[in-house]
Nanobody, 129 residues
Framework: QVQLVESGGGSVQAGGSLRLACEAS????????MGWFRQAPGKDREGIAA???????TYADSVQGRFTISHDTAKNTLYLQMNSLKPEDTAIYYC???????????????????????WGQGTQVTVSS
């Protein structure tokens, strides 16, 4: 049974940093694509970063240059380093696993939630001005 558990959310002032972690259990695919999504109140879930087993990464324009996705294979943990946070980054952040290939994501032009099969419960990030 696959289980994804996020941690690291919290409250921070604008310009600050947070590091989210997503520990995956029961997910041992040698070829994989994992991602981070977020959902603000009243808005659709937005794919913001993805990484595959080759280390290829892709980011939404809204976080490009500020956020970094990484994966520690030994710990089976996905990370999202968030720097230069803005109030508009306030949302619930979700990790997801078993996504499509990075080629498919890049062909689509964005990270679609429908392509991922497993989801964490989410962690709240609040950025105050």
């Amino acid at each position: 049974q696959v289980q994804l558990v996020e941690s690291g959310g919290g409250s921070v002032q604008a310009g600050g940093s947070l590091r989210l972690a997503c520990e995956a259990s029961g997910y041992t695919h040698s070829r994989y694509c994992m991602g981070w999504f977020r959902q603000a109140p009243g808005k659709d879930r937005e794919g913001i970063a993805a990484i595959d087993s080759d280390g290829r990464t892709t980011y939404a324009d809204s976080v490009q240059g500020r956020f970094t996705i990484s994966h520690d294979t030994a710990k089976n943990t996905l990370y999202l380093q968030m720097n230069s946070l803005k109030p508009e980054d306030t949302a619930i952040y979700y990790c997801a696993a078993d996504g499509p290939s990075m080629n498919a994501i890049e062909a689509l032009g964005y990270i679609a939630a429908q392509g991922f099969d497993y989801w964490g419960q989410g962690t709240q990030v609040t950025v105050s001005s």
